[in-house]
């Protein structure tokens, strides 16, 4: 598989899940402001609309894009390291963490927040809304350690989505236990390994940035 | 299973995928304002988001929330339906599109579009992305009778919003190719008993709302 990806944004999920399943891919990064790769090609050759991250299967096939879509085909191709629940019903509680994940909180909070050009009323309209969603997952995580009865998928991607709380200056003090599965989660090998990468690749990209103005 | 819904809202696409399933169910009206049921009764102590669709299945177990979840259940609730499929590339790709109309459309694009509170500058970046979203989506159809090879619940979702697109002032004309997908999607009759049922609650419900002010 290869991965088309920007450090530190929502394709951490991916990265997470593929350490986690233990997968081999190669990972090819794209400049989220030029949507350059590294090699200088235009990644909207490969998705027009420039979002990552894009999955590219092995079997030749079309890519795969948006974040629920990847994480669900990469947790399916190692069912054994159970990222993804088979059961019906719990799969259904997958959509739905990962939908929740996606709109309310990714879409609905985080992109606005972290938008150096949104308009303040853009931004204010997010900020409104991050005491009922980030209480909705404080709420389900009191007395699990994880969103479903495992770690899934759906935990690597809230974990990527949370990370971004500082830079867009969402105080999760108010949550103790989002703070208490932020630490649990982080302290997962696949993770940990994961973060420190996407870290040192997103330092790397700033002073690109930089040297560049 | 029951069903929480409000008129013309996203909660229309599992009406038509219970229809188009023939699967019985109990159909709960929520005010969209008020988040009071019919009887006066608070939604929130349903859902505490006050957000349909809700769907409570018939195992008693807990409620479902968001919109690809709940669709993709009712499609497994009745395989025979074709509204979900099985083959896990081709599930990928609905969990794609399931996923682009909830994040790039749904949430992106209609919602501030529709809010009649929304700042000029929310309504004005939904509106610099109407373009490439829904080429997006032209190109998808062009050539093919539905989002994936059948009517699935990915065409079931993606016609609700864009049945949202005369309120929202988005002109589709420029994409005949979607023009000529909504006629033949509401041509089916299930489709077409949803919108109309639908459509008739939502001129009730505005009705009720002119009557109090």
Redesign the interface.
């Known amino acids: 598989m290869k991965l088309y990806f920007s450090p530190l944004a929502c394709s951490m999920a991916t990265r997470i899940a593929l350490y986690e399943a233990d997968l081999p891919a190669e990972f090819v990064e794209v400049d989220p402001g030029t949507k350059l790769m590294r090699d200088g090609a235009d990644f909207r050759l490969v998705y027009?609309?420039g979002l990552v991250p894009v999955l590219q299967?092995d079997?030749g096939?079309d890519v795969?894009?948006?974040?629920?879509?990847v994480l669900?085909?990469v947790a399916?191709q190692r069912p054994e390291a159970l990222l993804a629940p088979t059961d019906?019903?719990r799969?259904?509680?997958l959509?739905?963490w990962?939908?929740?994940i996606?709109?309310?909180l990714?879409?609905?909070i985080f992109i606005p927040l972290l938008n150096p050009e949104?308009?303040?009323?853009?931004k204010s309209?997010a900020r409104s809304k991050v005491a009922?969603?980030l209480s909705?997952v404080a709420?389900r995580l009191e007395g699990r350690d994880y969103l479903l009865n495992e770690f899934s998928v759906a935990d690597a991607y809230l974990f990527t989505v949370l990370n971004w709380a500082t830079a867009a200056d969402v105080d999760m003090t108010p949550w103790p236990a989002i703070g208490t599965y932020v630490a649990r989660v982080s302290a997962r090998k696949a993770v940990a390994r994961a973060l420190n990468e996407e870290a040192a690749l997103y330092a790397a990209e700033v002073a690109r940035h930089l040297a560049k103005t």
Request: proline letters at 2%; charged letters at 30%.
């Open positions: 027009e609309l299967p079997d096939g795969l894009t948006e974040n629920a879509a669900q085909y399916d019906a019903r799969r259904a509680d959509h739905q990962l939908c929740y996606g709109t309310e990714h879409k609905g949104a308009h303040e009323a853009v309209s009922s969603r909705w709420k």
